[in-house]
């Protein structure tokens, strides 16, 4: 049984609730790109710009990183992202066409820029390092929980009527709102901004101030190399798949849901937990290396559903979705908490920002990228090419791991 301290017993209680409500609204969105192609009838473009939202909005991370950084005044600025960032969900019933939902997204992603950073000041502060990992990984099981009750009502309500997404998007605004305020109860011990000698201009400060991490913190670099290639290979079949599961194996919003939002997270949520206690207790290179690997087996097998012959096609997806969960798993604890390990001394938000932001690069890249393949080649060169990016990232940290023997995520 956990023996948690006052503190982390009251932001324990605090952040299972806002994981919860966060998965609920999570449910929703997440089949985003399929209800733009069902409901909504977008082509593939738009639903590559709809795929581009959540990467690219990150882009604004290290600026709300550099922000934040020693500010006493969080709590105003997490009112702010719960009244902009969630609530604008209510506008939804003005969503006639794929385009407008995508200027709708981007007021919503746009603000987890700084929700993700400043959760991250959480897991450091708040959290003794013994403890960070089981509790991280019991709190990303509760938000899985959340996504997986969501998306199965969800699905289920859309194939009565899928114009209910409206109503749907509304009350998923709703409880991501009280989620954003919940997580603004949670008591954070602010440390104090280094400051950097030398004046730079407010627009750049913070891309110098990355470059300058990454000559200064070599280890941090790699990592986020490797986390590159990674995202490159899981964004640019975002894209894809909407037209793929629709269209070409006529999957309903209840298979999908199915497929996407329970097979492919309740491993994730079982797994989780343990994830999170076995990373601060292993390399997490290997661990990394082999999460990679497992993900790169997803898309071959979603290729392969439409060519086998020894199962039904939506079976066949179902089994890639399981094995995307095992993968996913541990890249989440990575994602989440591998900056903590680089911080050292200082706020893990402003490592973790620049991480964040290095998805939003990759997000202008690679869904165009899979876009470009599938309308000149085919789904399935841009299935194979996504493969190869995950099996490349994972050979770099297993060749980091050979050379150095013995790999920490630290200074």
Not at 292 to 310: D, T, V
Request: hydrophobic share 50%; aromatic share 16%.
């Amino acid at each position: 049984m956990l023996k948690l301290n006052r503190l982390e017993r009251e932001t324990f209680k605090y952040h299972a609730v806002y994981s919860l409500l966060n998965g609920i609204m999570y449910g929703g969105l997440w089949l985003q790109e399929i209800i733009s192609r069902k409901a909504l009838h977008s082509s593939n473009l738009v639903i590559t710009f709809i795929s581009m939202v959540w990467p690219v909005a990150n882009l604004f991370s290290i600026y709300w990183g550099n922000f934040i950084e020693g500010r006493q005044d969080r709590k105003n600025l997490f009112v702010l992202a719960a009244f902009l960032g969630r609530l604008s969900l209510l506008t939804v019933f003005f969503v006639k066409t794929g385009v407008h939902l995508l200027i709708l997204l981007i007021f919503v992603y746009s603000f987890n820029a700084f929700i993700i950073p400043v959760q991250n000041s959480i897991f450091q502060e708040n959290y003794r390092e013994e403890k960070r990992g089981i509790l991280f990984g019991l709190s990303i099981a509760i938000n899985t929980f959340g996504i997986i009750i969501s998306s199965i009502t969800i699905g289920k309500l859309l194939d009565l009527n899928e114009y209910l997404f409206r109503p749907i998007y509304a009350i998923c605004g709703i409880s991501g709102f009280f989620s954003v305020l919940l997580l603004s109860k949670i008591p954070i011990r602010v440390k104090p901004k280094k400051e950097r000698a030398g004046k730079v201009h407010p627009l750049i400060k913070p891309i110098v101030e990355t470059i300058r991490e990454f000559k200064e913190n070599r280890d941090f670099f790699i990592y986020e190399i490797a986390f590159m290639i990674y995202g490159m290979g899981f964004l640019m079949v975002i894209p894809i798949i909407p037209q793929f599961l629709v269209d070409k194996l006529n999957m309903t919003y209840t298979q999908i849901s199915f497929a996407r939002l329970f097979i492919g997270q309740v491993f994730m949520m079982i797994l989780l937990p343990f994830a999170g206690f076995y990373f601060t207790k292993i390399n997490p290179v290997p661990y990394t290396s082999l999460s990679f690997f497992i993900l790169g087996l997803y898309p071959l097998l979603l290729s392969l559903s439409i060519f086998q012959r020894i199962l039904d096609p939506k079976m066949f997806v179902y089994i890639s979705y399981m094995v995307y969960s095992i993968g996913m798993a541990g890249v989440n604890t990575v994602w989440f908490l591998g900056s903590i390990y680089f911080a050292g001394d200082r706020d893990a938000a402003v490592l973790q920002s620049v991480h964040v932001t290095m998805t939003g690069i990759r997000g202008l890249f690679a869904p165009p990228l899979g876009y470009f393949i599938m309308t000149h080649f085919s789904d399935i060169i841009t299935f194979i090419t996504s493969s190869a990016f995950f099996i490349f990232a994972s050979v770099i940290l297993l060749g980091l791991h050979i050379r150095r023997r013995f790999f920490t995520f630290s200074q």
